[in-house]
């Protein structure tokens, strides 16, 4: 069984682009979470999807949205990037609709010059 | 206050030894807990999760929940070289957001 897939893995954007992040989660997974991670503040919750619906948003600004599609990819978007957005980018999926087991893909290693 | 505080180490405990790491959280609304470890370069990877009072057990892996105290602590006996990794910490509130802690790197050495 695949595992969850993320493109691209890295990328390289200078302030004030925007970003598109894609995650496929595993197959029959159909609740798809995205968070941040960075050495000084871990691993924050940016968002999750079940059903093509947003069920859960962290506390980042509407810069960073997210969408899910009827094969349950899910991506997210970040406008107007900043030097701080610069971070690994986590996808993960669960198989329904309760949160906590994870699994998560390798993510997206964004750096913004 | 962060929701869900770990230790960030590192704790260096020699090969064979018994890790033991703590988590203490602040939303007592937290039902289940997880830990995750994850190699330096990688993603996070579940281990155990934890849902009642009490301990549990996987393998080499024990995970114990005190919702009284809240804490969750996991304990890795006859620890490994292949260990060495930063654990981390996940309690899950109502509203089915799940948030991580900080993670405790953990070094066994041989």
């Known amino acids: 069984k695949a595992g969850v897939t993320q493109t691209p893995r890295y990328l390289i954007k200078t302030r004030g682009q925007q970003v598109t992040l894609s995650c496929s989660p595993i197959?029959?997974?159909?609740?798809v979470s995205w968070y941040q991670q960075t050495p000084g503040q871990g691993l924050q919750f940016l968002f999750e999807?079940?059903?093509?619906?947003?069920?859960n948003k962290g506390n980042f600004p509407g810069r960073f949205s997210g969408r899910q599609f009827s094969n349950s990819r899910s991506e997210m978007n970040v406008s107007t990037l900043e030097l701080g957005d610069s971070a690994l980018y986590l996808c993960?999926?669960?198989?329904?609709?309760?949160?906590?087991?994870?699994?998560f893909g390798e993510g997206s290693r964004l750096t913004v010059l | 206050q962060k929701e869900v505080e770990q230790n960030s180490g590192p704790l260096s405990v020699p090969e064979g030894a018994i890790a033991s790491l703590n988590c203490t959280y602040s939303?007592?609304?937290?039902?289940?807990f997880f830990w995750y470890r994850q190699y330096s370069g990688k993603s996070p990877e579940l281990i155990m999760s934890?849902?009642?009072?009490g301990d549990k057990e996987d393998g080499r892996f024990t995970a114990q929940l005190n919702k009284a105290s809240q804490y969750v602590s996991l304990l890795i006996r006859d620890s490994q070289p292949s260990d060495s990794a930063t654990y981390l910490c996940?309690?899950?509130?109502?509203?089915?957001?799940?948030?991580f802690g900080g993670g405790t790197r953990v070094l066994v050495k041989p």
């Open positions: 939303d007592r609304g937290s039902q289940s």
């Open positions: 996940a309690g899950k509130a109502a509203g089915n957001k799940l948030t």
């Open positions: 999807y079940f059903s093509e619906t947003q069920r």
């Open positions: 993960a999926s669960s198989v329904g609709q309760v949160i906590g087991e994870l699994f």
């Open positions: 197959s029959g997974h159909r609740s």
């Open positions: 934890i849902y009642s009072n």
